[in-house]
């Protein structure tokens, strides 16, 4: 004990400097020792790597994405933007969101396109790889709500998002149990 004690006080000693009376022990630094009576300070720094610019992508409602027989214009989006390689749509909810879409397990999903493709007869194409896709689950957070997702830049670039509500399971026709 007393070895861990003596082992302690020695690094106290040489790592942070005493100072008893008029005499001085002081920290080394990386730019040599401190003169006695000198000011020192210590400043952090970091390296982040910047953040891509963001772009804000036009975004509208699909009813036509949507399963058949939920009511998409419950979704009232605000923006849609491509930052690097992700997309993120937010928005809100116009009314509270009902057991009906809680039943079937709704959830918000994304949907992002590229500019019609002239070689390939005008078509879009989906750019959000669906393993990253994000969905919003209906009926949490509140009245408001964020789905994301990663873009394949080999297909494409987005141009347009398109939110849609989407079932997760199959109603199985019970009754009300109410």
């Given at each position: 004990?007393?070895?861990?004690?003596?082992?302690?006080?020695?690094?106290?000693?040489?790592?942070?400097?005493?100072?008893?009376?008029?005499?001085?022990?002081?920290?080394?630094?990386?730019?040599?020792?401190i003169?006695?009576?000198?000011?020192?300070?210590?400043?952090?720094?970091?390296?982040?790597t910047?953040?891509?610019?963001?772009?804000?992508?036009?975004?509208?409602?699909?009813?036509?994405?949507?399963?058949?027989?939920?009511?998409?214009?419950?979704?009232?989006?605000?923006?849609?933007?491509?930052?690097?390689?992700?997309?993120?749509?937010?928005?809100?909810?116009?009314?509270?969101?009902?057991?009906?879409?809680?039943?079937?397990?709704?959830?918000?999903?994304?949907?992002?396109?590229?500019?019609?493709?002239?070689?390939?007869?005008?078509?879009?194409?989906?750019?959000?790889?669906?393993?990253?896709?994000?969905?919003?689950?209906?009926?949490t957070?509140?009245?408001?709500?964020?789905?994301?997702?990663?873009?394949?830049?080999?297909?494409?670039?987005?141009?347009?998002?398109?939110?849609?509500?989407?079932?997760?399971?199959?109603?199985?026709?019970?009754g009300?149990?109410?």
């Amino acid at each position: 004990m007393r070895l861990v004690i003596a082992a302690l006080g020695a690094l106290l000693l040489v790592g942070a400097g005493i100072s008893i009376g008029r005499w001085a022990v002081p920290s080394q630094s990386a730019a040599g020792p401190i003169p006695p009576g000198a000011t020192t300070s210590t400043s952090t720094s970091s390296t982040s790597t910047p953040e891509a610019p963001s772009t804000a992508l036009p975004v509208e409602v699909s009813s036509q994405l949507s399963t058949s027989g939920e009511d998409a214009t419950i979704l009232v989006p605000s923006s849609c933007a491509v930052q690097g390689s992700s997309i993120t749509a937010n928005g809100s909810f116009d009314r509270t969101v009902t057991t009906g879409y809680l039943r079937s397990g709704d959830v918000v999903e994304l949907y992002a396109y590229t500019a019609p493709v002239p070689s390939a007869s005008n078509q879009t194409f989906q750019v959000v790889k669906l393993a990253s896709e994000k969905p919003f689950p209906m009926g949490t957070g509140g009245g408001t709500w964020e789905v994301s997702g990663t873009i394949d830049s080999q297909i494409g670039v987005p141009q347009r998002c398109l939110v849609a509500v989407q079932a997760t399971h199959a109603g199985m026709g019970a009754g009300n149990a109410y």
